[in-house]
C-alpha cells in the first residue's frame, strides 16, 4: 500500500512541477525556491516504485527499463533546469548557457529531449498489460502519455501537458487501485 501512494505522490508532483510551469520562466526566476523542479527530481524518483507494484511479465520488465532510463533523464534534466534556474535575472548569461547545452547534442537530446520521454513510454508500458482487464485505466495512461508528447513537442502548450498529464496520473491511479477479478468467478 505504502509503495502506491509513494507512486502515485510522484505522479502528482510531476503534474504539479508541470503547473507551475505554466506561469512561465520569469515566475520560477523570481522565486527564492525552486521547487518546481524538486517536484520534477522528486516526482520521477518516485515513479520507479511502479516496477514494483505491477506484477512481474515480460511488459514489466521492458517498462521497468524505459522507466528507470527516463528516471535517469529526468534527474539530468532537473540538474540543469536548477543550473539554469541559478542565474536568476541574468537572463544573458542564462541564454547563452542554454544556448551552449543545445549546441552539445549528448546532453541537449538524452537530457532534455528525448531522454525524459522514456519515463512515460515506460509507465504507458506497464498499462498495456492491463488493456483487456482495465480498460479505462489502461486508455487513459497510454492516451494521457501521447498527449503529454504530442502537447510538449508539437503545440508547446502548457495548459494541455498539465491537462495530459492529469489524464495519465488518472489512468495509472486506476490501475494501481484497480480490483482484481476473482479467477473462481470468471471459471463459474
Known amino acids: 500500500m505504502k509503495l502506491k501512494l509513494l507512486g502515485l505522490t510522484g505522479l502528482i508532483l510531476l503534474t504539479i512541477n508541470q503547473a507551475m510551469l505554466l506561469k512561465g520562466g520569469k515566475f520560477l526566476q523570481a522565486q527564492s525556491f525552486d521547487f518546481a523542479h524538486w517536484f520534477l527530481l522528486f516526482g520521477a524518483l518516485f515513479t520507479i516504485v511502479f516496477s514494483f507494484i505491477f506484477p512481474k511479465s ?3 520488465s521492458i517498462a521497468t527499463f524505459f522507466t528507470i532510463l527516463g528516471i535517469v533523464a529526468h534527474i539530468g534534466m532537473a540538474t540543469i533546469d536548477f543550473a ?14 542554454i544556448i551552449q547545452l543545445r549546441n552539445k547534442p549528448s546532453i541537449w537530446l538524452p537530457f532534455m529531449t528525448i531522454g525524459p520521454s522514456f519515463l512515460f513510454i515506460g509507465l504507458a508500458t506497464h498499462a498495456w498489460k492491463f ?14 502519455s501521447i498527449m503529454i508528447g504530442l502537447s510538449a513537442f508539437l503545440s508547446g502548450e502548457r ?3 498539465v491537462v495530459a498529464h492529469l489524464i495519465f496520473t488518472l489512468g495509472l491511479s486506476l490501475l494501481i487501485y ?3 477479478k476473482n479467477v473462481l468467478q470468471q471459471n463459474l
Open 178 to 180: 484497480r480490483k482484481e
Open 159 to 161: 495548459l494541455l501537458v
Open 58 to 60: 515480460i511488459f514489466n
Open 131 to 144: 488493456i483487456r482487464t482495465h480498460p479505462i485505466g489502461s486508455i487513459l495512461t497510454l492516451g494521457g
Open 84 to 97: 539554469i534556474w541559478s542565474f536568476g535575472d541574468d537572463y544573458t548569461a542564462m541564454n547563452e548557457f
